[in-house]
């Protein structure tokens, strides 16, 4: 029988009447992989207070980070005021004129900022690479410098997990095998127990996994024990020869990651 185009409009409007209700119900009430989790709230709320006063230039830079991933409007002047700061910090001014890079894709460090910078420390040798191989590319042994740093454990093997990340958002991934960008995801997983304390390298360890999209391997027993560990103050612990900012913004990082989930962010360099 042949159906006449009357008919046929007239099928696909009960099929509508019929069947959109049901679809729009099932996308209504199927629990969404990206819906906020609100118990984390407070705490999140509590960490993004306590930097109201920041004037650490490292600090700024991470909460630059997660202004343009997260649209946090209390950091969205965290770059200004990194420029505004650095006049204050001359012991370190060159090698934050260098680490500006994450904020300002146009940055121009001199040399002799590079030069003060990979003098301030071994693990700056790892990353700074990382950080402009767009530009300079990477070094020939860069691989094996890698491998050498994850060698030393703690901080050296979650700045090869930084560098990596930055290597990839500068399009340079491929230089890396993928069976060692494995083991560092790995390896840093090790580095977060799971008993009560929270200590300044599981955060750092959890935060920058995910920040390279690997959220996934933080366990939520872990995630609850940071919400346990959180100072009035808003802040986390830190080790006496780090200054309290550096666990609580790596904290505030974990747990925007987790309260925000989802299969893409912007990146972490600008």
């Known amino acids: ?7 046929y409009l007239y099928f696909v409007f009960i099929f509508l009447i019929l069947f959109i209700p049901l679809l729009a119900s099932s996308i209504i009430f199927e629990p969404s992989k990206s819906s906020p989790k ?12 306590f930097f109201d006063d920041s004037h650490d230039p490292y600090a700024l830079l991470f909460l630059d980070v997660i202004y343009r991933r997260f ?20 012991l370190i001014e060159p090698t934050m004129k260098v680490f500006r890079r994450i904020a ?21 040798l790892i990353v700074i690479p990382a950080l402009y191989c767009d ?54 997983t090790k580095l977060i127990n799971s008993d009560d ?25 872990f995630v609850e024990s940071v919400i346990a560990n959180q100072n009035d103050d808003g802040s986390w612990k830190s080790p006496d020869n780090i200054e309290k900012w550096h666990s609580t913004v790596l904290g505030l990082i974990l747990l925007m990651h987790i309260q925000y989930p989802s299969n893409s962010y912007p990146s972490m360099l600008a």
């Open 1 to 7: 029988m042949q159906i006449t185009r009357g008919r």
């Open 38 to 49: 609100s118990e984390y709230s407070p705490a999140i709320e509590k960490a993004i207070n």
């Open 71 to 90: 649209g946090v409007l209390e950091f969205k002047d965290s770059s200004q005021r990194f420029d505004q700061e650095l006049p204050n910090n001359p």
């Open 104 to 124: 300002d894709n146009t940055n121009q460090p001199s040399s002799s900022d590079f030069y003060e910078a990979k003098q301030q420390g071994e693990t700056n």
């Open 135 to 188: 530009r300079l590319g990477l070094p020939s042994n860069y691989p094996q410098m890698l491998e050498e740093a994850t060698k030393k454990g703690e901080y050296y093997l979650t700045h090869v997990l930084l560098a990596l990340i930055w290597v990839t958002e500068n399009g340079y991934g491929e230089e890396i095998p993928q069976d060692f960008v494995e083991y560092v995801y790995d390896a840093n």
């Open 197 to 221: 304390e929270v200590y300044d390298i599981e955060l750092e360890a959890a935060a920058f996994l995910c920040l390279a999209g690997q959220s996934e391997r933080i366990k939520e027993s």
